[in-house]
Structure formats: C-alpha cells, structure tokens
C-alpha cells in the first residue's frame, strides 16, 4: 500500500467520523498521521532519477511574489502587464510550462513576480508538475492567489486545500505553543490560558504518533490539534496571500461589490487593465515594505536612491543594508521624520524608522 492510498484512506476515515467529544481523540490521532505521511510525500525520492529542466529561478529584487492559480484564469496576462517580461498567455490551458519570472518596479522598490504554472487537483501529489510549483511558492514572500470571477467559490477552496496540504498556511500567525524535545523527564504539559480545543491526553497521543516521549509543551493561546501538528512538524510556511479575482469585466457590477468586499481580495480586469494600480498598492501594504532615505552632512536628502527595507526595522538594519561595518562605528544617526516627536532628532541604533524617513549616520 502506498503513502497516496494511505493518506486517501485516512481521509475517507475523517470524512465518515462524527465529530464529538467521544471521537475527538481518535480524530486527533488521524490528523497526526495524515500530516506524518504528507511529509514523507513531500520528501525527495531516494532514487537518482534523471536531472529535469530546472524549475526554481535565483531570487532577486527586493521581495518575491508567487502567483498561483488554476490554468487559463490570466496569471501570464498579469505577469505581462505589470512587469516588462512577455508571458505567452493564449486561449487553451497549460500555456506556461515553467516558471517565469518577471519584475515590478514600484516606489523604486523591486518585487520580483513568478509566473508559475497552472495547478490542477491532486497537485500536492505530484500531477501536472504541482510538486515543483508549490516548492517555489514556499519560498516566496508572498502568494498572489489568481482566480476567476465567473468561476465557482469552489476552486478558491480547492487551491486552499492544496496548499495547505503541503504546509503552506495562508494569512495565519505562527501558533503561540512553545515546544522542545528532551532527554528524559517524560511530559511536561502546561498552559497559560483556558484550552477548550485540546487537552493533555490527546497532546500526549499526538507525539506518541511522532515517537517523541519527552518533551516540554506550553500553550500560550487556545489552539487545535492541527496547530500542534504544525509545531510539531516545524516545516510549515505562513504567507500572506491576496486572492486576486480577475476578468470582472465579464460579471455584474453587484457581483463584483460583493467580492471587492470579501477579506484579503481584490478585484482586476487585465484585459481592460482595471484596478491594477489598486492591486499593486495592496501588494505593497502585504509585503510591509518601507523606504529609507540617506543624506550626508550638508548636502540634501538622496530621494532618487531609496533603501528598501522591511516595516519595524531599526537603525541597525539601515546600517547593515549600507555596510556591514558601519552599524559598531555609529555614534549617532539624525532622523527626520514620521518616527521622531521633532525633525531632527538624534537617535540611537534601537531606533525603529518609519516609511519615507530621512536618516543622517553618524560615525564615530
């Protein structure tokens, strides 16, 4: 029996379990060893087969973003129109085979966009070269998950599914549980607030299932069985994703208000290049990206040449990005700006900048 008709039993098995209090341990049990085998499916074969075309593209830029979606919903038209890179986009399916990267130059930042092939149902498995497309959105910064409007809310969750299948955890936070592996000690099992979703036998059961029998678990917030899985497991990528629904010109104006409406969504046309300048200010706002602007003594501020740098960085960082020497020789930095109470103001390298701030650095 393989690993693809073990985790296709198992998920019958869940489908026809009652939920209750009496079945939640078995369930848990079923959910450990799903997670357990799509690892292994995940893992490369050890048989040294043919080397195929490269699939992965070197990152650059200052950020990267996956497009995914089904074939045929506009992803190469997208790539096309927003970057300087050609796409071969055309009326049948599987028009791109690989991936194709492409760059978005917005607010002097650089956000490299994958044009990535189109997944099919039973991706996370290996069909329709699904295994490669979903390596490579792992490593990106985040998913712009392409979808049809004239199309059934279904595919949305059947991309969901696959995704998360493979370990991708779209617009979560990390789980607030603090795990480690011990030596000996048995279980150690404690929680700083009320947990109505697990308790200690059913946590207990799940690392049985892992072999792990000494260990220290701590829940720092109510979370389910799957949370502890995914701690467990500690190869799990949480995302930001953005569903972008595309061909609106095709759908009422009341179907579109009500989508427009729906979280982390935005509606596009790429034929009729609507709302695109929308979508790439949202991008940004999910990247968290922020520019920093430098000036030296004297001279006014360098507005041409920005540092692209991540929101909640510190003085420290803008000194990094410069060089790597020059964060120990800092005496001081001047900054100018929405971070300070008044323009200038004489900080250290604690100090968090904000988008847009002008920094002076101060060697000693």
């Given at each position: 029996?393989?690993?693809?008709?073990?985790i296709s039993?198992?998920e019958?098995?869940i489908a026809r379990?009652?939920k209750?209090?009496?079945?939640?341990?078995?369930l848990g049990?079923?959910?450990a060893?799903?997670a357990?085998?799509?690892?292994?499916?995940?893992e490369?074969?050890?048989k040294?087969g043919?080397?195929?075309?490269?699939?992965?593209?070197?990152?650059?830029?200052?950020?990267?973003?996956?497009?995914?979606?089904?074939p045929?919903?506009?992803?190469?038209?997208?790539?096309?129109t927003?970057?300087?890179t050609?796409?071969?986009?055309?009326?049948?399916e599987?028009t791109?085979?690989?991936c194709?990267?492409g760059?978005i130059e917005?607010?002097?930042?650089?956000?490299q966009?994958?044009?990535?092939?189109g997944?099919i149902?039973?991706a996370?498995?290996g069909k329709?070269r699904?295994?490669q497309?979903?390596a490579v959105?792992?490593?990106?910064?985040?998913?712009?998950?392409?979808?049809?409007?004239t199309?059934?809310?279904?595919?949305?969750?059947?991309?969901?599914?696959?995704?998360?299948?493979v370990?991708?955890?779209l617009n979560?936070?990390?789980?607030?549980?603090?795990?480690?592996?011990?030596?000996?000690?048995?279980?150690?099992?404690?929680?700083?607030?009320?947990l109505t979703?697990?308790?200690e036998k059913?946590?207990q059961?799940?690392?049985?299932?892992?072999k792990?029998?000494n260990?220290e678990?701590?829940?720092r917030?109510?979370?389910t069985?799957?949370?502890?899985?995914?701690v467990?497991?500690?190869?799990?990528?949480?995302l930001?994703?953005?569903?972008?629904?595309?061909?609106?010109?095709q759908i009422?104006i009341?179907?579109?208000?009500?989508?427009?409406?729906e979280?982390?969504?935005?509606?596009?046309?790429?034929?009729?290049?609507l709302?695109?300048?929308y979508?790439?200010?949202?991008?940004?706002?999910?990247l968290?990206?922020?520019?920093?602007?430098?000036?030296?003594?004297?001279?006014?501020?360098?507005?041409?040449?920005?540092l692209?740098l991540?929101k909640?960085v510190?003085?420290e960082h803008?000194?990094?990005?410069?060089?790597?020497?020059?964060?120990?020789?800092?005496?001081?930095?001047l900054v100018?700006?929405?971070?300070?109470?008044?323009?200038?103001?004489r900080?250290?390298v604690?100090?968090?900048?904000h988008?847009?701030?002008?920094?002076?650095?101060i060697?000693k």
């Amino acid at each position: 029996m393989g690993i693809l008709e073990k985790i296709s039993e198992i998920e019958k098995e869940i489908a026809r379990t009652q939920k209750n209090k009496a079945t939640e341990y078995h369930l848990g049990l079923l959910k450990a060893k799903l997670a357990k085998y799509r690892s292994q499916l995940l893992e490369p074969s050890k048989k040294g087969g043919d080397k195929g075309e490269g699939f992965d593209v070197l990152k650059s830029g200052d950020a990267r973003v996956a497009l995914i979606g089904f074939p045929s919903v506009g992803k190469s038209t997208l790539l096309s129109t927003l970057t300087h890179t050609h796409s071969e986009a055309a009326s049948y399916e599987f028009t791109t085979l690989t991936c194709i990267p492409g760059v978005i130059e917005y607010r002097g930042a650089n956000i490299q966009l994958l044009d990535l092939p189109g997944i099919i149902e039973g991706a996370a498995q290996g069909k329709g070269r699904g295994r490669q497309v979903i390596a490579v959105a792992r490593t990106a910064d985040l998913v712009l998950m392409m979808l049809d409007a004239t199309k059934p809310y279904v595919h949305r969750q059947l991309l969901e599914k696959e995704l998360e299948s493979v370990g991708i955890r779209l617009n979560k936070n990390k789980p607030n549980i603090y795990f480690k592996v011990k030596k000996g000690g048995g279980l150690s099992f404690n929680s700083t607030c009320q947990l109505t979703k697990v308790d200690e036998k059913m946590v207990q059961m799940i690392l049985h299932e892992y072999k792990i029998f000494n260990a220290e678990v701590l829940f720092r917030e109510d979370c389910t069985a799957d949370d502890l899985i995914d701690v467990i497991l500690a190869n799990r990528v949480y995302l930001p994703c953005i569903y972008v629904y595309n061909k609106i010109d095709q759908i009422s104006i009341q179907e579109v208000d009500r989508i427009a409406r729906e979280p982390h969504s935005v509606v596009v046309s790429c034929n009729m290049k609507l709302n695109l300048d929308y979508l790439l200010e949202i991008l940004w706002e999910y990247l968290s990206l922020i520019r920093v602007y430098t000036k030296k003594p004297g001279q006014p501020p360098d507005f041409d040449e920005g540092l692209i740098l991540r929101k909640g960085v510190s003085i420290e960082h803008v000194c990094h990005s410069i060089h790597r020497s020059l964060a120990a020789q800092l005496k001081y930095a001047l900054v100018w700006g929405t971070s300070t109470k008044y323009s200038p103001q004489r900080v250290g390298v604690a100090h968090v900048v904000h988008d847009e701030d002008v920094v002076q650095l101060i060697k000693k």
